[in-house]
């Protein structure tokens, strides 16, 4: 679209707003757009509706049709309303759960979508202050409910907000209930066809009774209860950057019987601003740093942080030298399965039907762990609504004891349908003492990770391209790995290239086109080489980015040879890097 026939799209767009039935604040806010002569902020408002996808909604907060607020919220809402009174006509009350984080805006959007479900003769349980997004999946399958949504923009900068979709099941929508929730969505064509008038006896508000059901779920994942009464003491700081990790994670941790939680008292405060990070994402290395503080200044062994919706964590572990290092989502994730199987085994409870899941970006270390302890691996794509789909087809046939994914997020048990954070902390923590038990560090158990099955490195790269020309650009650059994909990385030449859009691979040794057994299609590209590298590159589902994942395998023989591993990974990343122009 030419730039003057899009600014005469947006503009007729944002007058119908003037003139529709908003809110004054909400009309005064276009309007200083309108009035503008920079017409960015208009444009990027405007130029496109924001799209209730498959994960739902997520979005900068702001007044506009591509812009988080209680109009965009409230058709999202209705929409979602429509498809459950058609899908569910045959009961009598279709219940709902709603959820919502620290995030500005989030208890209004919260309230409003509860007005909006009764308003629609829903039944809703309302949370009566913030919670983690694992309990709304938990409260969501404990109170029998046909959905429930969660208002929250993960750990996305505080600009944002979003809305998360959930099935019965607990889970994020899939299909078809995705798309058919998205077209009835997509039929709200006015804003007065959204229901705003609730009906307070259908609005039911909880949280103690389900945060201890909750908790009392967790405590009985723990595999290892002696060694945690012996090394109860040990000295764990934790903070929830300000979001919803504060409601559950301390209390959940006490549960299992840890004695000695070391708070973050800055960061315990609850706050949308989030006033003492960058960002508020435990990916992000700077987001622990008063954290790791705290823990030098304490003497802590461990460091775990959760991020605003308490669906990821973060962690930090004390190296050789005693320094704290962070722990990738990679490496947190090979400690936690590596420990399940492991203890498993050790209890004699491994009967052949166990299995574990990871999404196709992580690392392809968990299938050597896997094989070799006989359980079955499934990978899937990225977000945690495909390791629940995984979780769901194989109820009561296989046992699910662990998955998740390089993006800090890790499921232990299945009572939850989504990434937790809660019982990812409680495990860590286990794992800790555990390793203690066996005169062993979190350090040195990573270590024997890698002794045992190869050194591996991973590297994840994301680049910001914002706005319609920042989509239009990302667009370009996967258009172009798929016309000219890569036939070497970091010297070693692609054996494999799979193109998840077209389910299709390419084996260049057998020069043959291989069909990928997927259950849908998904913008990913990877490439493989005969060393072992593997480079996955995909546009975020849920942030203006286009995202790489590298990562580098090297044999490793003794301790000795892991910090020349280490160099020699890293070198080659940087390469792979360079080729990329990243």
């Given at each position: ?6 600014l ?19 009309k ?21 509706d ?33 498809y ?23 208890r ?32 969501i399958?404990?109170l029998?409910?046909q ?89 764990i ?23 000695n939680?070391i ?8 706050s ?74 050790e ?29 079955e ?25 662990g ?11 299945d ?9 990812a ?16 560090t ?20 994301s ?12 667009e ?6 798929r ?6 990385l ?40 005969e ?52």
């Amino acid at each position: 679209m030419e730039e003057e026939t899009l600014l005469a799209f947006v503009t007729d767009k944002a007058q119908s707003w003037i003139k529709g039935n908003y809110d004054d604040a909400t009309k005064k806010e276009v309007q200083q757009m309108l009035d503008s002569e920079d017409k960015t902020k208009l444009i990027d408002a405007f130029y496109k509706d924001l799209e209730f996808g498959t994960g739902g909604l997520r979005g900068i907060m702001g007044s506009g049709s591509n812009r988080m607020n209680i109009y965009t919220v409230g058709s999202a809402t209705q929409g979602l309303s429509n498809y459950l009174l058609k899908e569910f006509s045959d009961l009598n009350e279709i219940k709902v759960v709603i959820g919502h984080d620290c995030r500005n805006n989030s208890r209004r959007f919260a309230e409003i979508s509860a007005d909006i479900f009764s308003a629609n003769g829903i039944k809703v349980y309302l949370f009566e202050s913030l919670r983690p997004t694992p309990e709304v999946s938990y409260a969501i399958r404990k109170l029998g409910c046909q959905s429930g949504i969660m208002i929250t923009a993960s750990h996305n900068p505080k600009e944002y907000n979003g809305y998360k979709a959930y099935w019965n099941d607990g889970a994020q929508v899939l299909g078809p209930h995705d798309k058919n929730i998205i077209a009835e969505v997509n039929r709200i064509a006015s804003v007065d066809e959204i229901r705003f008038k609730g009906n307070k006896s259908l609005i039911e508000i909880i949280g103690k009774d389900m945060d201890k059901a909750f908790i009392e779920e967790v405590s009985k994942l723990v595999l290892s209860p002696e060694a945690i009464a012996r090394h109860h003491d040990i000295k764990i700081v934790y903070t929830p950057i300000h979001g919803t990790g504060i409601t559950l994670v301390p209390d959940a941790l006490k549960a299992v019987g840890f004695t000695n939680i070391i708070h973050v008292p800055e960061q315990d405060e609850i706050s949308g601003d989030f006033p003492t990070v960058t960002s508020p994402n435990p990916e992000e290395p700077s987001a622990l740093d008063m954290a790791i503080r705290k823990a030098v200044e304490t003497g802590a062994e461990l460091v775990m942080a959760t991020d605003p919706d308490g669906d990821r964590f973060g962690t930090a572990i004390r190296d050789k030298e005693g320094n704290f290092i962070l722990v990738n989502g990679n490496q947190t994730l090979l400690i936690c399965l590596y420990y399940l199987m492991n203890r498993r085994e050790e209890l004699g409870l491994l009967t052949g039907k166990e299995y574990v899941v990871k999404t196709i970006v992580t690392t392809e270390l968990v299938k050597d762990i896997a094989k070799k302890k006989g359980i079955e691996l499934f990978d899937c794509y990225t977000g945690f609504k495909w390791i629940a789909e995984i979780i769901r087809k194989n109820e009561d046939v296989k046992k699910y004891i662990g998955g998740g994914e390089e993006s800090y997020g890790f499921l232990a048990g299945d009572f939850v349908r989504d990434k937790d954070s809660v019982s990812a902390c409680t495990l860590f923590a286990e794992i800790a003492a555990w390793g203690k038990d066996k005169g062993k560090t979190m350090y040195e158990l990573l270590e024997e990770i890698y002794l045992e099955y190869g050194y591996s490195k991973e590297v994840g790269i994301s680049l910001v391209r914002k706005g319609k020309e920042g989509a239009d650009e990302i667009e370009a650059m996967m258009k172009n790995f798929r016309t000219n994909p890569m036939r070497s990385l970091g010297g070693s030449p692609v054996t494999l290239m799979k193109d998840f859009a077209k389910l299709e691979a390419v084996d260049y040794v057998r020069n043959e086109q291989v069909a990928l057994e997927m259950p849908t299609t998904s913008n990913v590209i990877q490439f493989f080489t005969e060393e072992g590298t593997k480079l996955s590159i995909r546009p975020s589902g849920t942030e203006p980015k286009i995202k790489f994942y590298i990562e580098v395998r090297e044999a490793v023989k003794s301790r000795e040879d892991l910090p020349q591993a280490e160099d020699e990974a890293s070198t080659k990343i940087n390469a792979i890097r360079k080729e990329l122009g990243i």
